[in-house]
């Protein structure tokens, strides 16, 4: 069966089918940085990571790229309240989200642009725009004409009527709302609000409106045509209509073939978001000592299209679940039958092609999960009649399986006796405080490959990578 997604557009179920072969272009709406990522933003870029893993499992070779919006209305008003210059004020906040992204396990993408890097592109595209007929120079800035594109709303399903209604007027905020669907701004011309953010253009010094980022940068790194364009439902309207209207008026070509959005995190029952204050950060999360392999499992283990509430109980459930496979892969390494199990190639098999069955079907997640729970069970059944040969192809499948999820330790962190050893000897010699010693045995541990990371649980051997 091939892979089926929902793709917004149609609001369908369909099959998945890149532009060109298994090459596939994603482009994913990425932070706006002007604050600590919270984990209702982290439940949209693990969705992302996880598509784009699937993928990868199933063959398909992904070119992703995901913005970092480093200039825009918020980043301007905050940036000035700290006194700081916005590269250093914008610069704090991705580093923090760079770090909090390799916590939760997702895999970087292949470019990652700075919006401001790519002003030049947005300025040549609202260019083409204006040339055109799609856009007109105003008195605050640069618009989109919407009663010029007849295509508008067909991604968010806005009525005409309603376009026409709201046809004369402008907009100069970057985020609004359905009820006032009018001209959007392209580019903001420089008010002493903005301080020294601006940027010449042959329309007049300014900034570019939030919408024309995303598009500039998906068109310069990924072309006219993408396969895929991900973001949280509350983009669908109006970041992601307004990224097709720049670009379609343009390339004479579909932007984009299939779109998916996730459903949102909800706090009691309302949205998580920054604006309603009832948002936790991943490192309030660590804080109160859930674990990342937890948090991933959590976000991840809820159907995208579902919205689901964030709550201390369905984190505590998420820890158990990523402590079976944890428990289940540790003591694997008890086998020892003589035989190899005869039964075991079957249930590898049958397993794999039900997760992949369901994770083919819209990225049926607690289906796919479920498959997988099943198989640990009837393997601990199975323990004291499984080979080392055995077990070592259970974990290559637990492993290959793991590529999609990220929610398994890999323990190659296990050490040899020889090093156990040193590690014990290297403490003795700490509590004893002869440094000299403990230093010495430090180095000897570098030379076979390890050092020793001090928890407050006791010293934990690992690989030098
Ligand atoms: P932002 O940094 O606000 O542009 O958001 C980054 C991503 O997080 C976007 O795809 C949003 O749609 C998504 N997002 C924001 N709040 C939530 C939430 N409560 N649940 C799920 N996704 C969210
Ligand atoms: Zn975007």
Redesign the pocket.
């Known amino acids: 069966m091939a892979l089926r997604v929902h793709n917004t557009l149609s609001r369908k179920l369909e099959s998945f089918k890149p532009l060109d072969d298994k090459n596939v272009k994603l482009y994913?709406?990425?932070?706006?940085v002007y604050n600590v990522?919270?984990v209702?933003?982290w439940?949209?870029?693990l969705f992302y990571d996880l598509f784009k893993r699937y993928l990868s499992y199933r063959g398909f070779k992904v070119t992703h790229v995901m913005n970092i919006?480093d200039v825009d209305d918020k980043i301007i008003r905050d940036c000035q309240k700290t006194g700081l210059s916005r590269e250093a004020f914008t610069k704090k906040y991705t580093d923090l989200f760079l770090e909090d992204e390799k916590t939760i396990g997702i895999l970087s993408p292949d470019h990652m642009p700075r919006a401001t890097e790519y002003v030049g592109d947005m300025i040549s595209l609202i260019q083409s725009l204006m040339d055109k007929g799609f856009a007109y120079r105003a008195d605050e800035g640069v618009y989109f004409r919407v009663s010029a594109f007849k295509s508008y709303g067909k991604l968010s399903g806005i009525d005409q009527e309603q376009l026409l209604a709201g046809g004369s007027g402008r907009l100069t905020a970057d985020e609004y709302d359905k009820s006032s669907v009018q001209d959007f701004a392209l580019w903001k011309f420089h008010v002493p609000a903005d301080g020294d953010v601006m940027w010449d253009a042959p329309f007049g010094k300014g900034r570019p409106g939030w919408h024309i980022e995303c598009s500039a940068m998906a068109r310069r790194l990924l072309g006219d045509q993408l396969d895929v364009h991900?973001?949280?439902?509350?983009?669908i309207f109006p970041h992601h209509e307004n990224e097709i209207a720049q670009i379609e008026p343009v390339s004479k070509k579909r932007f984009t073939t299939y779109w998916l959005h996730?459903?949102?995190?909800?706090v009691d029952g309302k949205?998580?978001?920054?604006s309603l204050g009832n948002f936790y950060t991943l490192r309030d999360l660590l804080a109160k000592g859930h674990k990342p392999l937890a948090i991933r499992y959590l976000f991840i283990s809820t159907h995208y299209r579902q919205k689901f509430n964030l709550s201390m109980e369905a984190l505590h459930s998420a820890e158990v679940a990523v402590k079976t496979f944890d428990e289940f892969l540790i003591h694997l390494q008890d086998a020892a039958a003589e035989n190899d199990n005869p039964k075991l190639p079957r249930l590898i098999a049958k397993t794999e092609k039900s997760f992949q069955k369901a994770m083919d079907n819209d990225l049926n997640i607690s289906e796919a999960l479920a498959h997988l729970h099943n198989f640990m069970s009837q393997i601990n059944k199975l323990r004291a009649k499984l080979s080392k040969k055995d077990t070592k192809e259970i974990k290559d499948f637990m492993l290959r399986i793991n590529t999609v999820l990220g929610v398994m330790s890999e323990h190659k962190d296990e050490a040899p006796k020889d090093i156990l050893d040193l590690v014990a000897k290297r403490e003795m010699a700490r509590k004893a405080k002869v440094w000299k010693e403990s230093d010495a045995i430090r180095d000897q541990l570098k030379v076979k490959g390890w050092y020793v990371e001090d928890l407050p649980q006791g010293p934990r051997p690992r690989r030098i990578e």
């Open positions: 994913t709406c990425g932070p706006t990522a919270h209702g933003n439940r949209a870029f919006t991900m973001g949280g439902v509350d983009l996730n459903e949102h995190l909800l949205k998580m978001s920054k």
